[in-house]
């Protein structure tokens, strides 16, 4: 795939992605994808690409030490399919409560497996079409996201076709989400770590089809405020646990 690496203003656009050579992608997540900016990073964007290599992940942006700093990334109108843990990640591995104030803007995914090994147990899998750790001020608007988590086989690492830990502000809304064998959208902190009293909103224009799991799941947060539409979900439309505020 594409790997920038410190780089500031990075673009990857109008670029298709197939047949990557990568192979333990399960178990390599850093080096298992189409796009990847990794370290510190101003302005990337990653714009109308076609990522079909089948490999951990079709983008992902990554902090490599605590001292690094994300700002604004871009990631839109991308095509994301055949992937076995993300369709897209925002992994901060640095200071929790950062705001990178990403927009994840009218992106189609479809086809995540969920089938990322644990390193610490090989019997256990996971994924998600969407992955956030502590980006904070994350706005996801617009797309679809298909058929994903069909293997996912445990709860760790916010799993479903949205999850979204470690960051308490998360803008989603204008998504259309139809089969996951998690949760539709997974909400939670449960380290107390993003930032105090944000809100998490999920707006009326959100669909939910064809869950396992929960629609919603809000776990060991602040505030939330949802107003998706739920259909066929296989428990709870709306399940809440250890919150302070939900709407």
Known sequence: GLMFHNCDLAVAEDT????????AGELHTQAAGDILFYGSSLLPRAVRNR?????????????EFNTDTVTRPLVALNQITGCIGYGIALYNTGLLGDPWRTLLLGNDIENITGSQRDGS???????????????????IDGGSITDV????????LAPGAIGVT????????????????YYGITLRDPSGVGIAGGWATIGSNVKIRGTTKAAVHILERGYVRSRAIVENSGAQGLLIANTTVAK
Do not use: H, L
């Open 16 to 23: 298709e992605f197939s047949n990557s050579p990568v192979v």
């Open 51 to 63: 990522c079909r290599s089948g490999q951990a992940y079709g983008v992902m942006v990554m902090k």
């Open 121 to 139: 147990d090989m019997n256990k899998y996971w994924g998600a079409g969407i992955y956030v750790v502590g980006a904070e001020q994350t706005v």
């Open 149 to 156: 988590g069909q293997q996912t086989n445990n709860d760790q």
């Open 166 to 181: 470690q960051a308490t502000i998360v803008s989603i809304d204008n998504v259309d989400i139809d089969t996951s064998g």
